[in-house]
């Protein structure tokens, strides 16, 4: 089944999946159940069964999933075997805070590189990388080929940095810009974070009458 047929709720709570069937292999236990895991993650089994045959048979009736082996097919679907090269445009504060804490090995991608427009900052080093201004993006692009962007920059140059990028052969934006980008999804993907919209989240869940 092509990914595109696959709903975003669905690939939503793969990363899920992927993270505690980790988190068992890692405890040494060898087979789940879509119970089980419903049961820690607060779905149903029904649900978890029906997401997981989006991609193929994982599961064998009276015995559930073997925890590594579902593992490493979530590995594949996710694509975290890749190694897709990615650069970081913006090395301010949360540019360097990414770069640096990161691990961009576990998620299927390496970062290249790392740039920036102000002059000020260009030539210091940030997780062992020398930051590059903006000016040598395209010299970069054609020799290294970086497939996604990691956009720490003023919402204002966002859309702008981005169709440059696009323009460059970058298919995937990782965008902290405080917008959502404009994108052709059939050319590229985007995923926008907000992390503002995750503690205003917060904030609507907490008690009304504190």
């Known amino acids: 089944m092509q990914k595109a047929s696959i709903s975003e709720s669905v690939i939503r709570r793969l990363p899920r999946y992927y993270r505690f069937l980790s988190q068992l292999e890692e405890a040494g236990i060898e087979r789940t159940s879509s119970r089980e895991l419903g049961v820690q993650l607060g779905l149903t089994a029904s649900q978890i069964r029906q997401d997981l045959n989006c991609f193929g048979e994982f599961g064998q009736q009276g015995y559930g999933y073997n925890v590594s082996a579902l593992r490493r097919q979530l590995e594949l679907i996710i694509g975290l075997n890749k190694n897709r090269p990615a650069v970081i445009v913006g090395a301010g504060n949360l540019g360097k805070v ?62 702008e940095t981005a169709d440059r990028l696009k323009d460059l052969g970058v298919k995937g934006f990782w965008n902290f810009s405080h917008c959502d980008l404009d994108a052709d999804r059939s050319q590229v993907q985007v995923e926008n974070v907000h992390l503002g919209d995750s503690l205003m989240t917060l904030s609507y869940r907490m008690p009304k009458d504190d």
């Open 98 to 159: 990414i770069a640096a804490n990161i691990d961009f090995g576990a998620y299927g991608f390496r970062l290249a590189g790392i740039f920036d427009i102000d002059r000020r900052i260009c030539g210091s080093e940030i997780a062992g990388f020398t930051v590059q201004h903006m000016d040598t993006l395209e010299e970069f692009c054609n020799e290294t080929e970086p497939l996604i962007a990691v956009l720490c920059i003023p919402q204002e140059a966002a859309q």
